[in-house]
């Protein structure tokens, strides 16, 4: 599941400090800093950015998603992750397509893409929908 929908919102906390109603760029521009704080990291591995959590603002049970660093299995690109658990979440990256920051739903292991009905079966977290 791709979204690229501009009227998604995120309310993002960092060291205590809320940073409401943002764009999926602006989340991005916020948290970019800490991608290449640790210079070195393992294909597919994530950090944790200390004391950084993200709520989608339409959601109602305030479902916390707690902010990551990601290291693409290659080159050297680094993904912001919004995730839910351990396993699944968000994947926040610019799309080389169209250069456009999208988030992708993303659950750590899977070994390939699943279909739309697929991933509907297995999605847990919350989904974003714009209004």
Same mark, same amino acid.
């Given at each position: 599941m791709i979204?690229?929908?501009e009227n998604i919102f995120i309310d993002v906390i960092v060291d205590d400090e809320k940073f409401s109603h943002l764009s999926i760029s602006e989340v991005e521009e916020l948290l970019n800093k800490y991608k290449y704080q640790k210079?070195?990291?393992k294909p597919?591995? @994530?950090?944790?950015?200390?004391?950084? /959590? +993200?709520?989608?603002?339409?959601?109602?049970e305030n479902n916390e998603f707690r902010c990551k660093i990601y290291k693409t299995?290659?080159?050297?690109?680094?993904?912001?992750?919004? @995730?839910?658990d351990?396993?699944?979440g /968000? +994947?926040?990256?610019?799309?080389?397509?169209?250069?456009?920051y999208e988030l992708a739903w993303y659950h750590r292991k899977l070994e390939k893409p699943l279909n739309a009905s697929e991933e509907e079966k297995i999605i847990k977290c919350y989904i974003p929908i714009g209004k």
């Open positions: 979204i690229n929908d210079n070195e990291m597919k591995e @994530m950090i944790s950015i200390p004391k950084c /959590y +993200a709520y989608f603002c339409e959601d109602n299995a290659f080159g050297s690109d680094r993904w912001i992750m919004l @995730m839910y351990e396993n699944e /968000y +994947a926040l990256y610019k799309n080389p397509e169209n250069n456009k």
